[in-house]
């Protein structure tokens, strides 16, 4: 497996070669277990293998219905291996959303990895694992067979951000930068193959590609485990001690909770656990005070920040102790820079190509400085005196629901479809810990505008509250006045 040497880490030269190298280095260590059920690394590289040559050589890009099951990692390194972008889809988005992306992002095949929804007629559809029967390979060895040879510069995958003319934008991220964000984390992750990682975050988001990339690439195992998403911290617990868990991604809302919880039930985290990653929203100093007090000198807690647009996390934090909150320090292969405003803008050779289809766009929030070509995030920071960042908020309304980034407007472009709505105003408030929106809208008579958005957007861009005023604030030049609103209609205590 060839490598490089970038900002002092050795930098694999593509995800599919370092899945492979632990497939031949330990294959019979597990790679994955679902529910106590394990799968080797040569099982896992078998039908990563059927699954390329079940797609051909160079298929494009290929949506895959995502699943909490090893099939969609099998989907995932599949399309790499074949040579085609990958493209997460939540079967349970609503029809006009899944309709949305498979046309924006150009998708010709659809991977199910489970129940599959209705999908447009002139999609090729393929059903894992059942229309791909497995490779039964002489020996121990990896299946010698030569496959057509990869763009290695091409994409890797696309994922979808909120976008404010009220469709999602696809970010197309190339395959030399996630296997550079890759490598990164595995080193900042210290990842070794006895860690167990657990898969956490959405399938369709991309926090789960810091669970299953440096997990996969460094020889570990990768836990999937219905336990984990029921929202019973005392199932979780049972779990994590269960499955022997050293390492938890978890939202910054999720950990919240969870710390709320341990301190309050005196219960115990498994010892086994020895990486705790959190990242999405700002982190609330009483609970990490809360986390402070708990037995939890073991673990060591680390603060992320990253976008979509930079692949993965670009810079951490460790949270032993010390005041504030920093986001932390720019990993070895990022670049940063402070505009006049104290927006953060991200370069380095992992940032995404940009927005398929969207020149503007993308000429907008990707720019070029002497040095570079950078990302401007919209993240306002600033810098502390031993250099690390500290987060004072957004220069634009984006807001961050569940650790996914929304841009407001998006859901107003929404609202103002519905036949009873001339005009909304969403804004956010912050609650116990965790971002929730509140809608305003001027309508012809009431309506339940939640569940006619839940028909057409995922949840997380449904808020919370929707109420019908006679009217939004302005300001002096007509725009819409989103605070200001929230002001003059404070919403009611259930």
Known sequence: MSARV???????????????????????????????????????????????????????VVGVLTSRSPDTIVALLGVLTAGGTYCPIDPGYPAERLHTMIAAAGIRTVLATGPMPAMPPDLALLRLPADVALLRLPGDGPDPAPFAVIDTDAPAYLLFTSGSTGEPKPVITSRPAIAIATSALGVLFGITPQDRVLQFASLSWDTCLEEILPTLTCAATLVFDDEAYTGSFPRFLRMLEREQITVLDLPTAFWHEFVRYLAESMATLSSSVRLMIIGGEAVDQA????????????????????????????????????????????????????????????????????????????????????????????????????????????????????????????????????????????????????????????????????????????????????????????????????????????????
């Open 287 to 494: 609970r990490l005070d809360d986390w402070r007090a708990l037995p939890t000198s073991h673990v060591r807690l680390l603060n992320t920040y990253g976008c979509t647009e930079t692949t993965l996390i670009t810079h951490a934090a460790d949270l032993a102790d010390g005041d504030g909150i920093p986001i932390g320090l720019a990993l070895p292969h990022v670049r940063e820079h402070l505009s006049s405003e104290g927006e953060l803008l991200v370069g380095g050779a992992a940032i995404a190509t940009g927005y398929l289809g969207r020149v503007g766009e993308t000429l907008t929030r990707f720019v070029d400085l002497p040095d570079g070509r950078y990302f401007r995030t919209g993240d306002k920071v600033r810098r502390g005196d031993d250099g690390e960042l500290f987060h004072l908020g957004r220069l634009d309304h984006e807001v961050k629901i569940r650790g996914v980034r929304v841009d407001p407007a998006e859901v107003e472009a929404h609202l103002t479809q519905h036949p009873a709505v001339s005009a909304a105003a969403v804004t956010s408030v912050r609650r116990a810990g965790r971002t929730t929106m509140l809608g305003y809208v001027v309508a012809d008579g009431d309506s339940d505008f939640r569940a006619w958005l839940r028909e057409r957007v995922p949840e997380h861009l449904v808020p919370s509250r929707i109420t019908v005023v006679p009217e939004l604030v302005r300001t002096a030049s007509g725009k819409t006045n989103r605070a200001a609103t929230h002001r003059r209609y404070p919403p009611t205590e259930d």
């Open 6 to 60: 970038l900002g002092g880490v050795e930098v694999a030269s593509d995800l599919v070669d370092a899945v492979a190298e632990s497939a031949r280095r330990c294959p019979y260590r597990p790679a994955t277990v679902h529910n106590q059920v394990a799968m080797t690394y040569r099982e896992l590289d078998m039908r990563i293998r059927a699954t390329a040559r079940a797609l051909g050589p160079s298929p494009g």
